[in-house]
C-alpha cells in the first residue's frame, strides 16, 4: 500500500570508485553485505525497484564509460520511505563505512530526482542528473537529502 502520491516515486543514485577489485580482502566486508543490505531494501516499506543484475546486486554495471565506477539505483515510493532505510536501518553502519571501501570523490556521488510512478531510470538519466546537480546545485530536477524537493505538482 503506497503511504504517498502514487503519480510519483523517489529515484535515487550513488556512485563510487572501489579502493581495490572486487575479489580484494580489503573490499571482503563490502561484498559481503551486498546481499543482506540489498534484501533489507527489498523488504523495507516503501521500497519499488532497484537495479539489479544476474548476480542480483548491480556491481556488474557501470558509469560515466568507467570500468571502476559503481552505480546503485533505487526507486521508492517516498523521500521519507528512503530516509528510513538509509538512516533507520542496518544500511547506516555499512554507509559509515564507505570510506574503507571506496575512493573520496570529488563530485557529487548522490542524487535525488522524482520519477513517474512505475518509471525504471537508465544509467544515463542518472548520470545525467548526477551533472546537473553538480552544474546547477539541489533543484527540482535533482536534489539532496539536505536540500529535498516535493513531487512535481
Known sequence: ???????FDLAQVNIGVLRAPRDSPLIADFVANLEPINALADASPGFVWRLQGEGGDATSFRAFDSDTILINMST????????????????????????????????????????SAGHRPEIAEAEEKLQLLQRVGPSADAFTFRQPFPPPG
Do not use: I, N
Request: charged share 30%; hydrophobic share 50%; aromatic share 18%.
Open 1 to 7: 500500500m503506497r503511504v504517498s502520491d502514487d503519480t
Open 76 to 115: 521508492w515510493e517516498s523521500l521519507e520511505a528512503l530516509q528510513a532505510f538509509v538512516y533507520r536501518t542496518a544500511h547506516t553502519g555499512v554507509m559509515r563505512r564507505r570510506r574503507e571501501w571506496f575512493e573520496p570523490m570529488a563530485d557529487l556521488y548522490m542524487a535525488l530526482w522524482w520519477v
